[in-house]
RNA sequence: GCGGGCAUAGCUCAACUGGAUAGAGCGCCAGACUACGAAUCUGGAGGUUUGGGGUUCGACUCCCUAUGCCCGCACCA
């Protein structure tokens, strides 16, 4: 029979079967497959060791007795138990041609794929900048981070909603506005709009400290703002626009496209609605003039208060952010919500989710699944922060840039022979993706240590060395005259070698690599795989030679070839990274 | 003060959420191109998983505790 996308699903299902027949099931068994540590086996089964623990039977006799059960298995694995009863299970060759066979391309791959989340809509929060201010270096972890859970939930199945909810609503926007009206330069709006906007904030800050008259009349221009005065509103919007626009040009370099861009201004007229729902829910009560939510059986939560309305009558992020969830059940009716910043503001996701978890069943509003994707800050080499106000940030357009220069030097120097062009070209892609890349092969968890070198480094665990696999394997093509697109590879056969074997073991697996990191949300997990699986291919390209006058020998090899460069590709794809066709 | 997070090889990081002998890269040492791309590959050295206790067939992972660093905590987001 033919073996499904994900082998160790299929594992599960025949050991659950097996344990139905011992009447296993209803007392709780759980398989428990996951992939193996290549020395014992493809997959592994741990169920039969918590199971006979709680049973008090002995273990080894359980996964036997199950394993007895499994007959018709024993065509594509190779079953054993070991140890104190982990059941192993290793491919046969037959069964890994099977699955190479029927995974040739990226198209079947996402098919295999997709009945995961299929019929689900899930929304992603990412990136998320505050307009008329660049984007730094702190922007770069949830920008990328983001898309690639983009990426990964569409490939489950899911249809993704991608929202960059900005942050273009706030006091700021009174010393801006102030200043914009007295002291705009024109030129410089139209060539470096962000660097001006900056200019014009600092200027009112400083204004309106050196001089309390000025400060009045910010905050008037403020209350104009928000009243709808219809100048102020085109000053505002022609700072969203050109705010935007900037935010676009480093989207485009990273592969991010927008389906929505509603910021906080978005939900001001939603909030009265939040307000009055949660009091009606018994949930918010006045405090100090404000309006609170406190969680009693909470530790922290039961003193520390959600604060949803100031007691000026103002709407915060707490009220927009409430408002928000609500729309985004409502609106889009999404089955879940995933929202990437960094782990600061933990607490506020924690009291955003208990708050909206009990008003939404106390008014029956659908609630979706809530994921606050959290990350580590990006800290300078001694360790602390780096702040927006810091003289020291990094913007994220030169740290793009730079990135791009340093692989021009370095493919100049390694192809020299190429053209320019096709040298800037190969450099862009290389440049962006190994700052995209030293972000998701690490657990987003973990404080990110900024340091050029680190970040642009050609070795190891890199993106160049995955993008170099792809290349030499469509390397491998050309010299064939062969189109990786159409390879004729019909009558390939199984696996022999120690390194053919291996590399086809590791390819099956690519299913539970995006799996993991899609559950998990963490992309690391693919990150992971693929730089396992690059060193097993380069492992079998320097013990077996593929382009040989055997015919056989070099179609085994050759869909060996094609099948990790679709794996790779794919995967690579799936963390937002472009790959080349030589470099 | 209250609460959260982190601590793994010299350095940067993994370890599939309680599974088998804790793995990679960089750096170091020794090898491999008149072979499909050496941005590569093959070996080697390197560990009391911060210290101390506990839970159990089994602990980097869970609990307690000590230390160190980071972060949040009433009107910024």
Redesign the pocket.
Known sequence: MNLPFNVASHLDAALRASAALLGLTDRGFQP?V????P???DF?A?GA??FA?SEKQN?RALAQQIVDQLGQLDADFDINL???G?I?FRLKPGALLGWLQAYDSEAHLQAGAASVRLGQTWLVDYSSP?TAKQMHVGHLRSAVIGEAICRLLAFSGARVIRDNHI?DW??QFGKLIWAYKRHLDQAALASEPLEEFERLYKLGNSSAEADPAVLTEAQQELVKLQAGDAANLAIWHEINRASLAAFQEIYDQLGIRFDFTHG?SFYNDKVERIYRELSEAGLARE????L?VFHPEH??FAK??F?I????G????AS?DLATVLYRAEHFHADGIVVVTD??????FEQLYLTARKWFAAKNHPLPELHHVTFG?VTGED???LKTRDGGTIRLKDLLHEAQER?FQ??SE??PDFPEAERRE?AGV?GVASVQYADL???R?????FAWD?MIS????TA??LL?AV??I???FR?AGLDPAQPALAGATAPETAQEVALARKLVKFS?ATL?ATS?L?P??LS?YL?ELA?EF??F???????VEDEVVRTRRLLLCHRTLVVLETGLHLLGLRTLE??
């Open positions: 428990e996951r992939v193996a540590d020395a014992n086996g592994q741990n060791l918590a623990k273990p070991a140890g104190p982990f192993n505050n942050g706030g006091t906080e405090s100090e003039g404000a609170v530790p922290r520390q208060p604060l309305r100031k007691k000026d103002a709407a915060n992020y927009s782990y600061r503001q933990a607490d506020h800050a360790g602390k922060a692989a370095l493919v390694r192809s190969i290389v092969s690490q657990n968890s973990s404080d990110y240590v680190k050609l070795e190891g665990n160049a060395y170099y290349a030499r469509r390397s491998i010299k539970d993991l998990t963490r690391h997990f992971l730089y060193g380069s492992a390209y320097a013990a077996d030679k593929v382009i030589r470099m």
